[in-house]
């Protein structure tokens, strides 16, 4: 996925979400991989990581393989997505898989403006999604996270694409990145508890996802 936009020219939130609107309206979603990521598996199947109980959610969701992969009877997911087309996609996908709605369940959302639930979400996932906002919006991705994560709840954050290549971190999305860069905007609200270099990827990114988790102070 790579579509060519200059950060240092500036963009408002509103022409940023009316440019996802447009790739899913077009079909234009290379991102998908089709399945749940192999980082995030690995860490539940393999690495045993245990997950709080509550509520979840997944923002940018896409077709919800990871929201759908999370939920249980003892987490509830929310997969959240700009795009109407996304998520009519996510709950067909749901239907067909035969996963009830009391476990899962996709809705069009701004992330940055949906009201908060009670109690808020003790587990969110995010990838593809820092990666995705515009640089200058990753204090607010930092600081929403903060507003909707519970006590003790648990961000799981596969960092991706970390950056190879530093003459071209104005271009994007998706915009290279540094673990650097989400301590900037988590280390004030989060600690990290978790973090594998090593983690599974894709084929083709192998080298540039790390699998992290953050635990709300």
């Known amino acids: 996925m790579s579509y060519p936009y200059n950060a240092a020219s500036g963009i408002t939130k509103e022409e940023y979400n009316k440019m996802w609107?447009?790739?899913w309206d077009v079909g234009t979603t290379k991102w998908d991989k089709g399945d749940v990521s192999p980082a995030l598996h690995e860490l539940i199947e393999e690495k045993k990581w245990k997950l709080p109980e509550g509520?979840?959610?997944v923002p940018g969701c896409g077709r919800g393989?990871?929201?759908?992969?999370?939920?249980?009877?003892?987490?509830?997911?929310v997969g959240a997505d700009i795009s109407p087309?996304?998520?009519?996609?996510?709950t067909k996908l749901r239907n067909e898989k035969k996963i009830?709605?009391?476990?899962?369940?996709?809705?069009?959302?701004d992330f940055f403006k949906f009201d908060v639930p009670d109690g808020k979400y003790q587990v969110a996932y995010d990838y593809t999604f820092f990666c995705a906002l515009?640089?200058?919006?990753?204090?607010?991705?930092?600081?929403?996270?903060?507003?909707?994560?519970?006590?003790?709840g648990h961000l799981i954050a596969l960092m991706f694409p970390l950056?190879?290549?530093?003459?071209?971190?104005?271009?994007?999305?998706p915009f290279l990145l540094s673990e650097a860069d989400y301590h900037r905007v988590l280390d004030d609200n989060f600690e990290l508890i978790h973090i594998d270099p090593e983690c599974k990827t894709h084929e083709d990114r192998v080298g540039v996802?790390?699998?992290?988790?953050?635990?709300?102070?």
């Open 65 to 77: 393989y990871d929201a759908m992969y999370l939920a249980s009877p003892s987490l509830h997911m």
């Open 134 to 152: 515009h640089p200058s919006m990753r204090a607010d991705w930092g600081a929403r996270y903060a507003d909707i994560m519970a006590p003790g």
């Open 100 to 109: 009830p709605g009391s476990l899962v369940e996709f809705k069009t959302l």
């Open 209 to 217: 996802e790390v699998i992290t988790v953050w635990r709300r102070k």
């Open 163 to 173: 950056d190879k290549s530093p003459e071209s971190r104005e271009c994007g999305p």
């Open 55 to 57: 509520q979840g959610i």
């Open 85 to 90: 087309i996304a998520v009519e996609a996510a």
């Open 21 to 23: 609107f447009n790739l």
